[in-house]
């Protein structure tokens, strides 16, 4: 490879240097008037900064530095007390983030495709002919077939940022002359769509600190010491502390079940609504739901509060009590399909309905499911009929998307082209755009002129690891006549970068300006500083994109006449004169974190349960639509107008059962944010990709742990290790996802990725994410 000669002698010095304190490099000169800071070494600086990964949290990360290099990562001490509203102190993949930034595989220089798709072979080539050849071909292919025919893929790898380099990508796109945009966010896109039709709006969270007298917390599916979710654990533990009792319903005792609960409930993947159904029946027949709540501020629980133009025994409480299907939803009904216990089914009913106030708080786990839309609306069938909105110390359910204060973003770039397809058409889009129709989700335009010729893909992996089905998708990828030209640009040789036409080097958050938020409440934000140099020849995707703009006469609408770190200064300086308590530029640099200041906890629906008349819900009847006439309207029996329990396709009850019995479903480990970190050795150390594999299920297939094993179904195959575990429930096994797609050549996957797997079909309303949701078989290798 051809070097540069200036990047090889300065990072061959700090890769070298690291350890022996032989350091060679200046520090950023934007630092180097920082000097020491609160139990700094002779020579050292310690700099606040945050990460922008997409992993729930935020934390204050202090990057001690001497001579330009960091040498140790550290973070609020283990003796400070948090903050009300932070989880600040870093997790462990915060504490290795220096093995990400250093380590020797990162992409150094720009590289072109030599071999066939998908091969991996690359040659180096200089910055001038990567910025050419892009501008060339985002030209050359929107003359040819017009802006939908241009694509930025999902890559969430620093969507923690109010920057994010996906967004960039669309930015720039749009700059240009327009492109296909995405919708319906991959994580939680079904709860996102159906929310509204309950209670009208998507955000329905309230903030964290409404919590503090809350009595019971059922975390539904929501394992936060793992996946954070702003400053739950923060939260959690103080109540936890005063006597809060926590129950998780989660097929996998999680490690927030071993963190948190007093009680596990495992149920199988898929059957949540059966058992909240039942749920529901023992807190009505026993005359435990709150009548004057529902007969006020509901529509559907029972035949006296039916929209009009709907036949008889069509509420919630019919379908409970069997007045149409002859079958009541008692607990023995829901035993036998999601395999809880009658008796825990009614015990635990009855402490929900009657521990005042309860808040059941559910993930995004179990609404990546083929029943996720149900999955999610279930928990507002429950938070409604207990009377649990609005109220503070209660939960209203939904989208765990709460905007109290907030930083701002930057001003968008009007996408000229009209149209927007949902996250997982992407592959149709390339393959078949014809079968991209409206009613299969297609937004904004009646048909798809163009297939996609064109993807970007900016700090995600989104094209062969986190995408479903990735054999399918491989094929179509490998088909250079499909596709024409594939820029991505990422810190690694990921199992997508190897798809690449242009493969480019992405620097880190250490090395460039961007605003670290947190997810849920808002409640701070943290400055994430550049600290050191570009690694090598990596760039930030805002300056080249900046060049390519340039040369397609775009660069004024890109940039607004802005650096990257001018466009981090206009943040802070907007986001200051919103919210005057926010820290300027230069406390920022000091202290790292600016926190934003509340009158009091904001509880959901406050004001709709207050002053009904003044503030009706913004539902088609004001009320919380318990039944909703519109999803009646659709006569689509995968969405029934009250969210009930119906048989999830690959779910227990399917036929695909004989031949695949096991249900596979995957969760978001400590050790990486989703498949980023997959290759940090300290992380490596930390958890062993491995699935759990109950001892009955491992009994009969003779699989022990530490077996090498094989999990397989029509789709695909993939390799990794057992661990025999009762932390499963029967019937289900489990992974952690993000492993890197090693394959075979055969349609499997040495390395344990469960996406060779998992399937393209959407979910029914939202054309969502159905990752969790796959039959399987598995057997000793
Ligand atoms: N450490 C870490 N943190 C992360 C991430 C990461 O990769 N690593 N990823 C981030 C991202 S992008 C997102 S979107 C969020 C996602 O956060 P979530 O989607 O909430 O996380 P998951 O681990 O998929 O699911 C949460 C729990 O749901 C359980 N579950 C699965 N299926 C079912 C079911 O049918 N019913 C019930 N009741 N439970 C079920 C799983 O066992 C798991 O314990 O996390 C973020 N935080
Ligand atoms: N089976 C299964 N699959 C899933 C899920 C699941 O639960 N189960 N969850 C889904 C969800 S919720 C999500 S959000 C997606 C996430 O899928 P992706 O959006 O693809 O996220 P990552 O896998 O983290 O990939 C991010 C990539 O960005 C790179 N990167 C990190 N930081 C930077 C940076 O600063 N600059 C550049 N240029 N690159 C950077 C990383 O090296 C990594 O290759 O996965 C989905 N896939
Ligand atoms: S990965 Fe997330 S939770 Fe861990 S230190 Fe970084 S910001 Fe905090
Ligand atoms: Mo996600």
Not at 13 to 42: F, H, I, V
Not at 145 to 171: A, Q
Not at 672 to 686: E, K, V
Request: net charge negative; with cysteine.
């Amino acid at each position: 490879m051809n070097l540069s000669r200036r990047s090889f002698l300065k990072w061959s010095a700090t890769l070298g240097a690291m350890g022996t304190g032989l350091m060679s490099l200046t520090a950023c000169s934007q630092n180097a008037s920082l000097t020491g800071g609160e139990g700094a070494s002779a020579g050292e600086q310690i700099i606040p900064t945050a990460s922008t990964q997409d992993c729930g949290g935020r934390c204050l990360i202090k990057a001690h530095v001497k001579d330009g290099v960091i040498t140790r990562i550290s973070t609020r001490s283990a003796y400070e007390e948090d903050e009300p509203g932070a989880n600040m102190k870093a997790c462990l993949r915060g504490r290795s983030y220096r093995k990400h930034l250093y380590h020797p595989d990162r992409l150094k220089y720009p590289m072109k495709r030599v071999g066939k798709r998908g091969e991996g072979k690359f040659e180096q080539i200089s910055w001038e002919e990567a910025i050419d050849t892009i501008a060339t071909e985002t030209r050359r292919i929107f003359d040819q077939y017009g802006p939908e025919s241009r694509y930025c893929n999902v890559g969430t790898g620093d969507t923690g940022g109010v920057i994010y380099r996906m967004g960039l990508g669309g930015r720039f796109l749009s700059a240009t002359g327009g492109y296909l945009p995405l919708y319906n966010s991959v994580s939680m896109g079904n709860t996102g769509t159906a929310t509204p039709y309950v209670y009208g709006v998507a955000a329905t969270a309230s903030s964290l600190d409404s919590l503090k007298d809350t009595k019971l917390v059922i975390l539904w599916g929501h394992n936060t010491t793992e996946t954070i979710f702003g400053a739950s654990n923060y939260y959690f533990r103080q109540m936890k502390n005063r006597g809060c009792k926590f129950i998780c319903v989660d097929p996998r005792n999680s490690n927030t079940a071993v963190a948190f609960a007093d009680e596990w409930i495992p149920l199988l993947p898929t059957t949540d609504n059966a058992l909240m159904d039942a749920m529901a029946h023992v807190i009505v027949s026993e005359n435990l739901h709150d009548q004057a709540f529902l007969d006020q501020y509901v529509q559907g629980f029972d035949e006296e509060h039916m929209p009009e133009g709907v036949p008889a025994h069509e509420s919630l409480v019919s379908y409970l009590f069997g007045k149409k299907d002859g079958v009541e939803k008692t607990p023995e009904w829901a035993e036998v399909i999601c395999k809880v216990p009658a008796e825990t089914i009614r015990r635990i009913a009855r402490e929900y309905a009657t521990t005042k106030p309860a808040a059941l708080i559910q993930g995004w786990g179990p609404q990546r499911h083929s029943c996720g839309e149900r999955t999610a609306l279930g928990a507002t069938m429950l938070a409604s009929i207990t009377g649990n909105v609005g109220v503070l110390g209660g939960w209203a359910g939904g989208y765990i998307g709460l905007s109290r204060k907030g930083c701002i973003g930057l001003p968008d770039v009007p996408n000229p082209y009209p149209g927007a397809i949902p996250t997982l058409s992407w592959v149709d889009a390339i393959e078949c755009p014809e079968k991209v129709t409206p009613a299969e989700g297609l937004l904004g335009v009646d048909k798809l002129n163009s297939p996609i010729k064109m993807l970007l893909n900016l700090a995600g992996d989104f094209i062969a690891n986190q995408n479903p089905d990735i054999n399918r998708t491989i094929r179509v990828l490998e088909d250079e006549s499909l596709v024409e030209f594939i820029v991505v640009s990422d810190l690694f040789m990921t199992p997508s970068a190897r798809y690449a036409d242009i493969l480019l080097p992405g620097n880190t958050f250490f090395e460039r300006y961007n605003i670290g938020a947190t997810w849920n409440n808002g409640d701070y934000f943290i400055l994430s500083q550049k600290i050191v140099d570009n690694y090598y020849e990596s760039r930030s995707e805002y300056d080249w994109l900046a060049e390519v703009a340039d040369k397609l006469g775009a660069k004024d609408v890109f940039t607004d006449g802005k650096t990257e770190e001018e466009w981090v200064r206009w943040i802070v300086d907007e986001t200051r004169a919103k919210y005057p308590e926010t820290l300027s530029w230069e406390e920022l640099e000091k202290v790292g974190i600016s926190k934003f200041h509340y009158d009091g906890p904001r509880v959901a629906f406050q004001d709709q349960i207050e002053d009904p008349v003044n503030n009706p819900f913004p539902t088609p009847s004001g009320k919380i639509e318990l039944f909703s006439k519109t999803l009646y309207d659709m006569h689509n029996p995968e969405i029934p107008a009250i969210p009930v329990y119906v048989p999830a396709w690959e779910g227990p009850e399917d036929e695909l059962t004989e031949k695949y019995p096991l249900q596979l479903i995957g969760w978001k480990t400590k050790a990486r944010d989703n498949s980023t970190f997959y290759n940090n050795p300290w992380l490596q150390q930390a958890m062993v990709q491995e699935v759990w594999i109950n001892p009955m299920d491992a009994k009969p297939r003779n699989i022990v742990t530490g077996d090498r094993v094989k999990v397989f179904n029509d789709r695909g195959t993939t390799m990794l290790q057992a661990r025999v575990t009762s932390r499963v429930i029967p019937g289900v096994i489990a992974a952690p996802t993000g492993s890197w797609f090693t394959p075979d050549g055969k349609g499997g996957c040495t390395n344990g990725n469960l996406n060779v797997l998992t399937t393209l079909r959407k979910t029914a309303l939202s054309h969502g994410n159905t990752q969790h949701t796959s039959l399987v078989e598995i057997s000793k290798l």
